[in-house]
């Protein structure tokens, strides 16, 4: 599990494809103090598995699947990303539960300058978009945001000056895609009330859901 609160900005230092995989080799300094061989770093939103450490750099697999769903396929020497060690039990979780699998990608349509802040408008798929509400929380590229505002199809969010000096987003321009990833939270909700098989028995309800205080 991580937290959505980027550490650092890392490098592509090399990509190295297969068939239908990928390695990443990754330049970083604060993800590396402590890291050992097979554990999980989040890189642009995804969990990956460092597989070898050598001279301030790590290497990462990524698997067919990875690649289809995310864009890390479209990554090149020389790009900047977002990077998160796992969260450690004791650690101040600031942002949200962010599992580091994500739902797709979305393209980024807008970007709005209001006064110190960012806003960033993204379209995304529904598989997105059914775990979006306002103020609620998302991952984009593994940043822990709060949605301003959405619509049928597209959501916005709003930057900070740290966060755009500090993660990906800032680089980022009209047409770019990210990653994204919707509330767990949400998606366990969802099952337990049986949307994703409206014929099932479930027992669980909006008002069983109030009555026992989750809402």
């Known amino acids: 599990m991580f937290t959505g609160i980027v550490e ?24 590396i103090e402590g890291s050992r061989v097979g554990d999980s770093i989040m ?4 969990c990956l598995t460092s597989v070898f450490f050598r001279d301030r750099q790590f290497t990462a ?4 699947e990875t690649l289809d769903k995310s864009n890390l396929g479209i990554l090149k020497t020389g790009d900047r990303v977002n990077l998160e060690r796992a969260l450690r039990l004791g650690d101040r ?9 994500i739902d797709g990608s979305g393209t980024i349509t807008r970007l709005e300058k209001n006064d110190i802040a960012m806003l960033v408008t993204i379209k995304a798929p529904e ?14 590229d593994g940043i822990s945001l709060t949605v301003v505002s959405f619509a049928k199809d597209a959501f916005q969010v709003s930057l900070i000056p740290h966060t755009a000096r500090e ?41 069983f859901l109030a009555e026992h205080g989750f809402l």
């Open 43 to 46: 890189v642009n939103g995804v």
């Open 127 to 140: 598989v997105v978009m059914r775990y979006i509400i306002e103020k609620g929380s998302i991952a984009i």
């Open 8 to 31: 650092e900005l890392g490098v592509i230092k090399a990509v190295r494809r297969g068939a239908d995989s990928a390695q990443l080799v990754i330049g970083a300094v604060k993800v």
């Open 93 to 101: 979780l600031g942002g949200h539960i962010v599992s580091g699998h």
């Open 167 to 207: 993660t990906t987003l800032g680089f980022k321009k009209t047409g770019d895609t990210v990653n994204l990833e919707g509330d767990i939270i949400g998606k366990y909700v969802e099952r337990m009330m049986g949307l994703r098989n409206p014929g099932n028995d479930s027992k669980v309800s909006m008002s």
């Open 61 to 64: 697999d990524v698997m067919a």
